[in-house]
């Protein structure tokens, strides 16, 4: 590809931080994409090790590296290259991760067959310290669905339509340091109506799992910052929203249920219950995939707490849409029965125990 005067298609945002140890990988998938007509801004944030000795051999063209004279964090680097892209589209990529060789062509397939897409995200494989396909959902009724409950992308593997983006001034709150991509994700579906999510189904990204990741480092800040940034939406939704209920919520999102008897199983069907029904209300959200959302939220804390006996089984069953779940008749009988030999189990362990 030569540069004249035509700007490339896609300007590729790729913020990096001491980056030496995997960086070699992701720029490498970004050069090797079969569609070439791109720029790959390198945003460098005061590294101190040799990433940029690293990303300068690679000696190509496309290449542009920005600097930062201090060190700015993450979100103020990212917003640092969308005032830097120039082309149709951007596109984002962790110094951490790897694309698949026609993720661009099949991203810039999908946007340019619907002009009403301007965020489209990819399923992707993990690697590193774990291996798990995670394959997110299509349809913008059905992201924006599920929104309140579900990560609607992966942020390294993102697209963007830059129009949509520079005429409504969109970027990145710099008041977050983390979880900013989530809080952009509830922006853009609640504020703004010409804004169409989708996600390629297929794999088109790699995300990598390890000790250094900034997700894993500030698990607890990114979740705290999370929970901040849905709380208007749930209150736009619900009215008024109790701490208990946020705390619930906030477990759902995670999947990580604090159930620890019978009680609190019941209240976390109260909250679904009054997101079910307050959505019947007000229609925010496309009611299928809302409904099928929280159902299968509700199945999964009673899978998760199975230990109550019988009775959780019970409870799944009589949750109203549980007809939107494939769950066959079968797996309920089977269901019951592990129910009753765990909670059988726990029973005998706690009498040996007391």
Not at 273 to 291: G, V
Request: charge should be neutral; include cysteine.
């Amino acid at each position: 590809m030569v540069f004249g005067k035509n700007k490339p298609k896609i300007s590729v945002i790729l913020p990096v931080y001491n980056a030496g140890a995997f960086i070699k990988d992701s720029v490498g998938s970004i050069l090797n994409q079969s569609v070439k007509d791109f720029e790959l801004i390198v945003l460098d944030d005061c590294s101190t090790d040799n990433t940029l000795e690293i990303i300068e051999q690679f000696g190509d063209p496309r290449i542009v590296i920005h600097r930062n004279e201090r060190n700015l964090g993450l979100t103020k680097t990212v917003n640092i290259g969308l005032q830097l892209a120039e082309s149709d589209y951007i596109a984002r990529m962790d110094a951490d991760d790897i694309s698949h060789e026609h993720r661009f062509f099949f991203q810039l397939r999908a946007m340019e067959q619907n002009p009403q897409v301007c965020v489209c995200g990819t399923s992707y494989q993990q690697i590193g310290a774990g291996s798990n396909k995670v394959i997110r959902d299509s349809g913008h009724d059905n992201i924006k669905g599920k929104i309140l409950l579900r990560a609607p992308f992966a942020h390294p593997f993102v697209m963007f339509r830059a129009k949509f983006f520079k005429q409504n001034d969109i970027q990145y709150d710099e008041n977050l340091p983390c979880a900013q991509d989530y809080a952009l994700w509830l922006r853009l579906a609640h504020e703004y109506e010409d804004c169409h999510f989708e996600n390629l189904l297929d794999i088109f990204g790699y995300y990598r799992l390890h000790r250094e990741a900034i997700s894993g480092k500030n698990k607890a800040i990114q979740r705290k910052i999370a929970s901040s940034a849905r709380i208007p939406y749930l209150k736009a939704l619900c009215g008024d929203v109790t701490e208990r209920e946020i705390k619930i919520h906030d477990a759902l999102y995670i999947n990580e249920y604090n159930i620890l008897k019978p009680e609190d199983l019941i209240s976390t069907k109260i909250w679904l219950l009054k997101l079910r029904d307050s959505n019947m209300n007000s229609d925010i959200y496309a009611q299928h995939f809302f409904n099928l959302c929280l159902a299968e939220k509700f199945r999964d804390v009673c899978m998760s707490c199975l230990w109550l006996g019988e009775w959780v089984v019970k409870q799944m069953t009589l949750y109203p849409d549980f007809n939107l779940i494939n769950v066959s008749r079968e797996n309920v009988k089977y269901l019951k029965e592990m129910a009753i030999y765990i909670n059988k189990k726990m029973t005998m362990h706690d009498t040996k125990c007391a």
